[in-house]
Nanobody, 117 residues
Framework: EVQLAESGGVSVQPGVSLRLSCGVSGNTFVSYSIHWVRQEEGKGLEWVSLINSDGSTALYTDSVKGRFTISRDNAKNTVYLHMNSLTSEDTALYYC??????????WGQGTQVTVSS
């Protein structure tokens, strides 16, 4: 069974950097894209970023372009989300999800990022 587990979420002040990790179990990690999706309290899901299976393509939602960088280490079955210049608008529960047929088939449990002064 495939399992995803996020880590790295903490409470930080505006302007700092943070790195989230998404560990994926199973031996099919290298075959799938991985997405980061976030949810602010009381709001819907917002897609943030994706990286394709071999790491050659990364896409971002407009609000994080230039500040966030997604990467993957296929040897460690891990995807990272490097977040710079954090603002209060980045406060959310961050999920990683495996991409499948233009949707997601497996999700992690989420990791909370809170940006506040």
């Amino acid at each position: 069974e495939v399992q995803l587990a996020e880590s790295g979420g903490v409470s930080v002040q505006p302007g700092v950097s943070l790195r989230l990790s998404c560990g994926v179990s199973g031996n099919t990690f290298v075959s799938y894209s991985i997405h980061w999706v976030r949810q602010e309290e009381g709001k819907g899901l917002e897609w943030v970023s994706l990286i394709n299976s071999d790491g050659s393509t990364a896409l971002y939602t407009d609000s994080v372009k230039g500040r966030f960088t997604i990467s993957r280490d296929n040897a460690k079955n891990t995807v990272y989300l490097h977040m710079n210049s954090l603002t209060s608008e980045d406060t959310a529960l961050y999920y990683c999800a495996r991409g499948f047929n233009r949707a997601y088939d497996y999700w992690g449990q989420g990791t909370q990022v809170t940006v506040s002064s």
